[in-house]
């Protein structure tokens, strides 16, 4: 078996499975695309009582309360990022971001510096929030000194069909989870991490060479 092209983390808050879902998906065209991927969920840090209030969060918990939940680790060990969250308010969930918010110490010590980073979310309602979420999420990889990475247009289904250059999202209305359109977005998405993370680990390794050469 080849060396991976790349190292890929993918992390997510998802309170239903829809992000879950989009998030497997992003693993998935990481992965085809020669990364070694990892894909974990944050913590959840509701309140028992607001998550019994919904049946499907409810039901989700319990669900997933077996898969392995992201560390810090998982943010150093990648080269490249995809964070992943339902939009609240126009933001993401209070759930990613007290995660994110305790990178400070890799942040500190530069660890943060040139990785890829690229976000995904979905929404309730077609003016929810969706470009306003991804661009919130994306303000940390601007802060860590990332490489932040869009999805664009670059294949025509992203502009015909998807139609979101920020990031892989979807509208789940009456409580869909994601069509298919949303998770081949996600699997672009995520090929396209690996592709561009891959083109910028081969670069840095090559400097480290000539450097270490003369």
């Not at 110490?105 to 979905?122: C, P």
């Not at 664009?152 to 920020?166: A, C, I, M």
Request: glycine residues 10%.
């Amino acid at each position: 078996m080849s060396a991976p092209t790349c190292t890929i983390s993918v992390i997510y808050y998802s309170s239903t499975g829809n992000i879950a879902a989009m998030a497997d998906a992003l693993g998935e065209g990481a992965a085809a695309a020669g990364a070694q991927v990892r894909v974990r969920k944050v913590r959840e840090t509701a309140p028992p009582e607001a998550i019994a209030y919904n049946e499907k969060w409810a039901d989700f918990v319990e669900r997933t309360k077996d898969d392995e939940v992201a560390t810090l680790d998982d943010v150093e060990w990648a080269d490249g990022i995809a964070l992943g969250s339902p939009t609240r308010f126009g933001g993401p969930a209070s759930q990613l971001k007290a995660f994110l918010d305790t990178t400070g110490g890799l942040w500190a010590q530069n660890k943060l510096v040139d990785k890829v980073g690229t976000s995904f979310t979905s929404v309730s309602t077609a003016h929810g929030g969706l470009e306003s979420t991804i661009l919130a999420i994306n303000n940390h990889f601007y802060h860590w000194g990332s490489i932040v990475l869009p999805l664009g247009y670059e294949n025509p289904f992203l502009l015909k069909e998807s139609g979101n250059p920020y990031g892989a999202s979807f509208v789940a209305r009456k409580g869909a989870g994601p069509d298919e359109v949303a998770l081949t977005a996600a699997r672009m998405q995520g090929e396209r991490l690996a592709r561009v993370t891959a083109w910028i680990r081969a670069g840095r390794q090559a400097q480290a060479g000539t450097e270490s050469a003369s």
